[in-house]
T-cell receptor, first 111, second 116 residues
Framework: LAKTTQPISMDSYEGQEVNITCSHN???????ITWYQQFPSQGPRFIIQGYKTKVTNEVASLFIPADRKSSTLSLPRVSLSDTAVYYC????????????FGDGTTLTVKP | NAGVTQTPKFQVLKTGQSMTLQCAQD?????MYWYRQDPGMGLRLIYY???????DKGEVPNGYNVSRLNKREFSLRLESAAPSQTSVYFC???????????????FGPGTRLTVL
């Protein structure tokens, strides 16, 4: 399984754009990159997923360079409610979809 | 749809006691997972079931057993609980992934287990 490395914590202010980078040097050809968000006392929730280049949805953007050894989750104009732990996963494209969660990045948004 | 449900929400056990954590999903998903999350840490995969009738070990399977009762239900059993198993346990499910397509996991609300 591809191991991921993320910053332990980040601080930001309301209205700013936040970029969280994840390193996954041994990503396999069939692996996808997925980001989850977790609030205290809740299970993780899917944010965005990608294979290469850029993916955008209503919540975030995901940037993946050509070598796919890293990825960046971009949250536009964060609010206090975006304070959470963000996990980067690199997953197998098999029926099991088994992935490894790292320790995540704790994002704190301040007023 | 209820999504993924887990019972119980909270449980306190004494060392050596046994218990089963229940998980059910109503999304017709093929794959189901059990994770544990220790304070301040990420999730670690205990066991998973790629499809009904199959189970496989994850990163930290020691001290646990699982049963994929049917397509909807996946239970986790602690035969002889130890304080090191104090954690929050999450169940998740995902639909079957076709080649080169990875599907998101849907998580339950978790079971907070304390072993004294």
């Amino acid at each position: 399984l591809a191991k991921t490395t993320q910053p332990i914590s980040m601080d930001s202010y309301e209205g700013q754009e936040v970029n969280i980078t994840c390193s996954h040097n041994n990503i396999a050809t069939n692996d996808y990159i997925t980001w989850y968000q977790q609030f205290p006392s809740q299970g993780p929730r899917f944010i965005i997923q990608g294979y290469k280049t850029k993916v955008t949805n209503e919540v975030a953007s995901l940037f993946i360079p050509a070598d796919r050894k890293s990825s960046t989750l971009s949250l536009p104009r964060v609010s206090l409610s975006d304070t959470a732990v963000y996990y980067c996963l690199v997953g197998e494209s098999t029926n099991a979809g088994k992935s490894t969660f790292g320790d995540g990045t704790t994002l704190t948004v301040k007023p | 749809n209820a999504g993924v449900t887990q019972t119980p929400k909270f449980q306190v056990l004494k060392t050596g006691q046994s218990m089963t954590l229940q998980c059910a999903q109503d999304m017709n998903h093929n794959s189901m997972y059990w994770y544990r999350q220790d304070p301040g840490m990420g999730l670690r995969l205990i066991y998973y079931s790629a499809s009904e009738g199959t189970t496989d070990k994850g990163e930290v399977p020691n001290g646990y057993n699982v049963s994929r009762l049917n397509k909807r239900e996946f239970s986790l059993r602690l035969e002889s609980a130890a304080p090191s198993q104090t954690s929050v346990y999450f169940c998740a499910s995902t639909s079957a992934a076709t080649l080169l397509v990875y599907n998101e996991q849907f998580f339950g609300p978790g079971t907070r287990l304390t072993v004294l």
